[in-house]
């Protein structure tokens, strides 16, 4: 054993120093202890403060070689490794991995690499180059040509490792879709860092640009409006200022919707398209049902609200005259979108009520109108004479 041949060479040495000498006094014999084991191996406390030199050590006539497959058996290795990249049940290969002697502290999540991520194939050594785990580099498969010309015209850029993590913590490319950056956009010059102030890239900060004393005044008539940063992103997702609302949904003082939150009818956050009625309309009869009982096909869904609703009011059925739409008419209870199917030009969600957009060719079928209208010198089979033709202007038949 290992100890017995040491023994044996304090022997020689004590016979040794009997001996007559010349010159310095040779050194004492020096050997490692747990504390100055350290830079190789911390064994002073944790999983190897117990184990003794022969442990590791014992089988080899040096303690330059070393063996953990002693303890560490081979089956239960193999299965707590399993899907590790690069894993081998080998000496070397564990301290390479290991090299504080501690089990990993669990999943890597600092970084995933974990079936279905970018890096799931590599192995340890591809990333951590140095004897600790905390030391990385992205350098050694991203090469700098590349990585320059995908990170051209980006603030902020370097080819260094620790900001390649500050951008990227999943390994993923970075994919801005949620805030537009590019070209031609208001934050097309800012760096990472500008807005991920707090070392994460889901946190963001949009005060230290927009200072409380200039967005107060410019939001002075905005309900619900307040100066913090998830607020500003609820109403600018796009990193734009507002439109002007009044072009799309009336809003304004005197308006019925003047003093909403936006929040009321904007409830996705970030998606300002997506508008809710329902909040404030909700849809049991004596709420919505009942104002609509006229209307054929009524529904309580948003979007059908816009489409008769995009100027926030309609005129009711007492006002469609001359084309009578009431109760004991012809039209009672037909559906606003069976004549008027067709969209505005500035509101493409919006029906176009304009009396020269009227359809009546969908219900009243050619076949029928052509047989009906014989020897009518002025018939034409087209919606807009229907109606201003002299004959049907109120939606009845001549002589009704």
């Not at 191996?41 to 590791?56: F, K, R, S, W």
């Not at 560490?72 to 899907?83: P, V």
């Not at 992103?233 to 003082?253: M, N, R, S």
């Not at 969600?349 to 009546?360: G, I, P, Q, S």
Request: charged share 20%; glycine share 10%; with cysteine.
């Amino acid at each position: 054993m290992r100890l017995e041949r040491v023994s044996r060479a304090l022997v020689a040495l004590l016979l040794l120093a009997g001996c007559p000498k010349d010159g310095a006094d040779a050194p004492s014999i020096t050997a490692l202890d747990r504390a100055t084991h350290e830079p190789k191996l911390p064994i002073a406390e944790g999983a190897h403060a117990t184990a003794d030199c022969n442990d590791c050590h014992g089988a080899f006539d040096t303690f330059t070689r070393f063996d953990c497959l002693q303890c560490h058996g081979q089956a239960k290795t193999d299965a707590i490794h399993g899907g590790n990249a690069g894993y081998a049940w080998d000496s070397g290969a564990c301290l390479s991995c290991h090299p504080q002697g501690k089990a990993e502290s669990g999943p890597h999540t600092a970084f995933p690499i974990g079936e279905g991520t970018r890096h799931v194939d590599r192995t340890c050594s591809r990333c951590h180059i140095g004897a600790t785990r905390q030391e990385f580099s992205c350098l050694e498969c991203h090469a700098q040509p590349k990585t320059d010309a995908d990170h051209s015209g980006m603030p902020g850029y370097a080819y260094d490792s620790p900001q390649c993590y500050a951008c990227h913590p999943t390994g993923e490319a970075a994919e801005h879709n949620r805030f537009p950056i590019g070209a031609g956009t208001s934050h097309v010059d800012r760096t990472c860092t500008g807005c991920h102030t707090t070392g994460s890239l889901q946190g963001f900060s949009c005060l230290s640009c927009h200072p409380q004393a200039q967005a107060d005044p410019e939001h002075a008539s905005v309900p619900g409006y307040a100066w913090e940063s998830r607020k500003c992103y609820e109403c600018h997702p796009t990193g734009e200022a507002a439109v002007d609302h009044q072009k799309y949904f009336p809003i304004g003082q005197g308006d019925d919707h003047a003093g909403l939150a936006c929040s009321d009818c904007h409830t996705v956050p970030g998606q300002r398209p997506i508008v809710t009625c329902n909040v404030c309309h909700a849809h049991p009869a004596a709420s919505m049902a009942a104002p609509h009982a006229g209307v054929g096909g009524f529904d309580s869904a948003s979007e059908l609200c816009m489409r008769c609703h995009a100027d926030s009011q309609v005129d009711r059925v007492a006002a469609h005259l001359p084309f009578r739409i009431g109760n004991g008419t012809g039209h009672t209870r037909t559906s606003c979108l069976a004549c008027h199917p067709q969209r505005r030009a500035d509101k493409a969600w919006a029906a176009d009520f304009a009396r020269a957009r009227v359809d009546c060719l969908s219900c009243h079928r050619r076949v029928e109108m052509d047989d009906q209208h014989q020897g009518m010198p002025t018939y034409q089979y087209q919606s807009l004479t229907c109606i201003t033709g002299g004959c049907h202007a109120d939606g009845s038949k001549p002589g009704d």
